[in-house]
């Protein structure tokens, strides 16, 4: 799942996704105070679209170089709001303390011994800054799926949760069904999500 993988995918189709922000993310984030966001993941960008609609200033990251030329032509009036970046978080981390808000949402980041990636992710969130995470609920998805991917191989809400130690607290950390129905052929009938508190 590297930046051909991706690229591969979004050009394979005019749009991949929806157009719509993701539901966990509108639920969630809506009544927050806006600030500085970081959207992982940011595919075509919806959740950039929005939270820039709503006061955000947001850096929205992809992997894909596809995708993020895909997003800023979507919405060139918020160009100002909205700084679209291709990268390969896995490589190179965000800058730490800088956002008020990190989603991720659906982004797979692989488990890795030392947790260098993820704890990269979670650093980038100020203190007094939220966390959301959400991912697919593993009880409805097979072991492997056809492309060969196995879900299990990534890092889940619920295990970021029990990572976070004493400078964060948790919000959110449940299994909801989707808001929205899922995309045709895929059997995502349940979110799961994570919304922390950091601390300090």
């Known amino acids: 799942m590297d930046a051909q993988f991706w690229d591969d995918m979004y050009r394979s189709a005019d749009q991949i ?3 719509n922000p993701n539901g966990v993310l509108v639920t969630e984030v809506t009544g927050l105070v806006p600030g500085r966001a970081l959207d992982i993941g940011c595919g075509e960008g919806a959740d950039a679209i929005w939270l ?3 006061g955000w200033q947001v850096t929205a990251t992809d992997i894909s170089h596809t995708a993020v030329e895909r997003a800023a032509a979507t919405a ?6 909205v700084t679209w970046t291709q990268a390969d978080l896995t490589v190179t981390p965000p ?6 808000l990190v989603s991720a949402q659906y982004f797979p980041l692989l488990r890795r011994p030392e947790h260098t990636a993820l704890r990269g992710l979670l650093d980038a969130v100020a203190p007094g800054g939220t966390l959301l995470y959400v991912g697919h609920d593993l009880a409805v998805l097979p072991p492997r799926m056809p492309n060969g991917i196995a879900p299990g191989d990534f890092y889940q809400p619920r295990e970021i949760a029990e ?3 004493g400078d964060w607290t948790v919000l959110v950390d449940e299994i909801r069904p989707r808001t929205a129905s899922a995309p045709p052929g895929t059997p995502h009938t349940h979110d799961t999500v994570l919304r922390a508190r950091r601390l300090r």
């Open 95 to 100: 800058p730490a303390a800088a956002f008020d």
């Open 163 to 165: 990572l976070l130690g």
């Open 52 to 54: 820039a609609r709503r």
């Open 76 to 81: 060139p009036d918020l160009s100002g709001q």
């Open 17 to 19: 996704m929806s157009g």
